[in-house]
């Protein structure tokens, strides 16, 4: 937060393009869109909340790039806008983050933000901005009402090493120094190609579990982000095995926004549809709003939706109550359409120990099991998309789990555990039996 109100300006760009500046003072937050991005017709996609491209969603985004006040882009109570907000790390990286800070207001979640500037979700950069430079129209828009007489506060920029990863689970963004072998921090200029899942202190389980659980999703369809388990001696940051258990294994996903020739932009399902990230775990018409989104903007839209519904039949099937919004991305291989990424954070929940406690998780667990297709088949027709996707998908899905799972649970040696889950609910789901009985 600022103290005395002194005014932190970010700049804001994608692809090295300016898209304006994210500005701060006294726990409220704006995003002024730069004269160049908000004039242009053909801009890239910062994000779907702010910005609509398609001669339809024109007037949409002038509702917002035309309101200083539009919840897209302003905040108050130290909160980013939803864009901005779900890029923020949570949990122990968020802590890790928090440190690399000297000043005390810039521990907040604006500065927190600058400190991993350099290594965000997709391929956006968030760097201070030159105080110098700052466009009148960044000042007047902005927090400080174009007064002259505020000192204007300097930000902290990024922390060399330092990488945003969203999410609650304890994870490291990491470069591939041998791959397979060492990873270490992003240094010199070089940017994060691997998410390292890491186990919890002592217990790798849930690393064995994600594993299965995202080959599992694979063998039925789902595309899925490439994935595997690798010996913690592989990632060169001092006292890290050391501190969780030398002989443990982490999850090394490969990121999707990362390619050889550099960054491609992505968002999560919350900053798709201006949502906080607290509102992560959506009602039936969360969905709906991100199949209609898919199937209207993604050049693909229907293989996409098609894959959003494998991906949520094998979640139920699998026993993964934790699919929020924040569990289904899009990325922008143009630069300016969506298109679904491949998923990730595929679990089986329902195995992991304690679960009976988790009061969101069973809840979720209980709708699961209440499911048919004709749940899936209702999104379809509220997103304005043919049943017929959703029914074939949903099918496919099944079957291939009933055809393919059971011998590939041994060939992986899964945990006991998720074989009496996984196995518990292909006898007894309803959805279970939607390719035998038709519904």
């Not at 000043?103 to 030159?130: M, Q, T, W, Y």
């Not at 300016?336 to 120990?353: E, H, K, M, Q, R």
Request: include cysteine; proline fraction near 7%; charge should be negative.
């Amino acid at each position: 937060m600022s103290y005395a109100l002194h005014p932190r300006f970010l700049e804001v760009r994608l692809y090295d393009r300016l898209c304006g500046y994210l500005c701060e003072a006294g726990g409220n937050v704006r995003f002024v869109p730069a004269d160049e991005f908000r004039g242009d017709p053909d801009r890239p996609t910062l994000s779907l909340s702010i910005t609509v491209p398609t001669e339809a969603g024109r007037r949409a985004t002038a509702e917002v790039l035309d309101n200083p006040f539009h919840p897209a882009v302003y905040s108050s109570g130290h909160e980013l806008p939803p864009y901005f907000a779900g890029l923020l790390p949570e949990g122990e990286l968020r802590k890790r983050l928090e440190a690399t800070r000297s000043h005390p207001e810039d521990k907040d979640d604006f500065g927190i933000l600058a400190s991993a500037g350099n290594d965000l979700p997709g391929a956006v950069v968030v760097r201070p901005a030159d105080i110098g430079a700052l466009p009148a129209y960044a000042r007047a828009y902005g927090v400080t009402g174009g007064a002259d007489n505020l000192e204007i506060g300097v930000v902290e920029g990024a922390t060399q090493g330092a990488a945003s990863v969203s999410g609650v689970q304890n994870k490291l963004a990491l470069s591939t120094v041998q791959e397979g072998r060492r990873y270490t921090l992003p240094s010199h200029g070089k940017l994060s190609d691997i998410i390292a899942k890491l186990p919890a202190r002592n217990d790798d389980a849930q690393v064995f579990n994600e594993s299965v659980s995202m080959q599992l999703a694979a063998a039925a369809g789902v595309h899925v982000a490439a994935t595997r388990v690798l010996p913690m001696s592989t990632i060169a940051v001092e006292g890290l095995a050391e501190a969780l258990g030398e002989d443990l294994h982490y999850l090394a996903v490969d990121r999707f926004d990362r390619t050889p020739a550099g960054r491609v932009h992505a968002e999560d399902g919350c900053q798709m549809l201006g949502r906080m990230p607290a509102r992560k775990y959506a009602s039936l018409d969360g969905y709906v709003q991100l199949v209609a989104t898919l199937y209207r903007l993604s050049p693909s839209g229907v293989e996409h939706v098609r894959q959003f519904f494998l991906r949520q039949a094998v979640n139920t099937l699998i026993g993964n109550s934790d699919a929020h919004l924040k569990n289904f991305s899009v990325i922008y291989p143009n630069g300016v359409l969506p298109v679904l990424s491949p998923a990730y954070d595929i679990v089986c929940v329902a195995a992991l120990p304690g679960f009976a406690s988790y009061g969101q998780n069973v809840a979720i667990d209980r709708m699961q099991r209440e499911e048919t297709l004709a749940t899936y088949e209702l999104i379809a027709e509220k997103a304005g998309v043919p049943r017929r996707i959703a029914t074939a998908a949903v099918r496919e899905a099944v079957a291939l789990a009933h055809a393919r799972w059971p011998r590939l649970l041994d060939e992986l040696d899964a945990p006991p555990a998720i074989r009496d889950v996984v196995a518990g609910r292909l006898a007894t789901l309803p959805l279970a039996h939607a390719a035998r009985s038709g519904r």
